[in-house]
């Protein structure tokens, strides 16, 4: 089992930077105009949260654990039938499916194959779904998304 931490609140300014310069080494390729290739997904495949459950109060730092069925996870870049790395969405909606998964404070990119991260949020009421992204960072064709879900941090 792989682990990655993020710590969302404001950050001094040097933090930003390292910050932004390790979220950018495994952003998705620039968006195009252009839709992606999407790779296939199995109709059964699952993505789900181990922790936290929906309607869950948590510290302000906490690990969420992911689990997933019928498919496999696999580094980003790594081009593999039925695999896919796992994408945190924090309080925010998903994107478009034919286009990459971006990279920033609300799309956790865990792309070196992680099934667990660290996370810091700030208190109050916040919304979590996982979205599994192919080798190039896009959604599989059909998407491989959890639930929507609520956590109240304390």
């Known amino acids: 089992m792989t682990r990655a931490a993020v710590t969302r609140p404001a950050l001094p300014r040097l933090a930003a930077a390292v910050l932004s310069a390790a979220l950018s080494a495994a952003a998705p390729p620039p968006l195009s105009a252009q839709s992606l290739p999407r790779q296939p997904a199995p109709r059964n495949a699952t993505v789900y949260f181990h922790y936290p459950l929906d309607g869950l109060r948590v510290p302000e ?6 689990g997933l069925k019928e498919m496999g996870v696999a580094p980003a870049g790594i081009d593999k039938p039925n695999t896919g790395h796992h994408h945190l969405l924090i309080d925010v909606d998903p994107g478009p499916p034919d286009q990459p998964i971006p990279a920033d404070y609300n799309h956790i990119h865990l792309g070196n194959g992680q099934t667990e991260v660290v996370v810091t949020l ?14 190039t960072h896009a959604p599989h064709k059909p998407p491989v998304i959890s639930q929507k879900i609520t956590i109240y941090v304390r």
């Open 61 to 66: 730092r906490f690990t969420v654990r992911i």
């Open 122 to 135: 700030p208190k109050g009421t916040h919304t979590l779904q996982l979205l599994l992204g192919d080798h």
